[in-house]
C-alpha cells in the first residue's frame, strides 16, 4: 500500500509539472496563476519521497493526509458552485450586456476573450436593443485596453460602436461590474454578463453584491486543455474574493 500511494504521488506531481509546461507553451507564460501546477507538483513529488521514509514522525503522515483531503473536498465543492454556472443564459430583452475583459495578445483577443466575443454575436439577435458596455483595462502587456478590443473586434464583425460603451479603468471581476453600473442609468436594468462558462458564477454573484439587481449570466463556451486550470483558478477567485466581501 505504501509503495502504491508512493507512486502515486510521485506520477501526480509529474503530470502537474508536465502541464505547466504544455500551458507555458500554449499561452505564451500568459495565464495568471499558472505557477500553482509546478508548486503542487513539487509537493506531491516531496510527498511522494518521504512517503515511507522512518524518519517522519506519524503525527505529520496523518496531518498530511488530513490536509490533502480537507483541500480535495474543498475544490470539488468550489467546482461544483463553478459547474453550477457553466450553461447560464438569460431571457430575451435584456437591457444592457456587460463583456467582461480578458487577456489581450500581441496579435489580438486571447482564446479566452475570442469565446466571449463569438458568445456576443450569438446572443445579440435576442437583445436588439441592449447597450453594450465592453469591460476591461490595460495590462502591463497589452497593447490596448481590454474594452478597446472587445468594441474594435465587434465592430469589425458589423456590430455600430456608437451601440458599445467603454469601461476601460478596471483590473479584477470586481472592478469590472462596479464600473460598468456606474456607466449605466438604472441599475435595476435586465443586465446580461457575458463571460466564459467557468467564470460565471463567480461574476453573477459579485455582479449583484455589487447592486447590479436583475442580472443573468451568458456562459460564453470554453474547451481545450486550459479549461482544467481555469476551472481550478475559479475556485482559487472564489475564495478571494469571498475574504474580500465581494461574494
Not at 476591461?136 to 497593447?143: L, R
Not at 470586481?174 to 442609468?185: K, T
Amino acid at each position: 500500500m505504501k509503495r502504491i500511494r508512493k507512486i502515486l504521488y510521485i506520477f501526480l506531481g509529474i503530470a502537474c509539472i508536465a502541464y505547466y509546461f504544455v500551458l507555458w507553451h500554449a499561452s505564451r507564460l500568459g495565464l495568471n496563476l499558472s505557477g500553482i501546477w509546478p508548486a503542487l507538483g513539487a509537493v506531491l513529488i516531496l510527498a511522494g519521497l518521504l512517503s515511507d521514509s522512518p524518519r517522519v514522525p506519524r503525527w505529520l503522515h496523518i496531518a498530511w493526509r488530513a490536509a490533502l483531503c480537507l483541500g480535495i473536498a474543498a475544490v470539488l465543492a468550489l467546482e461544483c458552485l463553478v459547474i453550477s454556472g457553466m450553461h447560464s443564459s438569460a431571457p430575451a430583452g435584456m437591457d444592457y450586456l456587460i463583456v467582461l475583459g480578458a487577456r489581450v495578445d500581441p496579435d489580438g483577443p486571447s482564446p479566452a476573450l475570442t469565446r466571449r466575443l463569438n458568445c456576443v454575436m450569438s446572443v445579440l439577435g435576442d437583445h436588439p436593443d441592449a447597450v453594450i458596455i465592453a469591460s476591461g483595462g490595460q495590462g502591463p502587456d497589452e497593447a490596448i485596453s481590454e474594452a478597446q478590443c472587445i468594441r474594435d473586434e465587434l465592430a469589425k464583425r458589423g456590430v455600430d460602436p456608437e451601440r458599445i460603451v467603454l469601461e476601460d479603468r478596471s483590473t479584477n471581476t470586481a472592478e469590472n461590474l462596479a464600473y460598468s453600473m456606474a456607466l449605466m442609468d438604472d441599475p435595476a436594468a435586465r443586465t446580461g454578463i457575458i463571460t466564459n462558462n467557468y467564470h460565471v458564477w463567480r461574476a453573477l454573484r459579485i455582479a449583484r453584491k455589487t447592486g447590479l439587481q436583475n442580472a443573468y449570466g451568458i456562459a460564453a463556451p470554453y474547451t481545450g486543455f486550459t479549461k482544467l486550470h481555469y476551472m481550478i483558478r475559479e475556485a482559487i477567485g472564489i475564495t478571494v474574493d469571498f475574504l474580500r466581501g465581494n461574494l
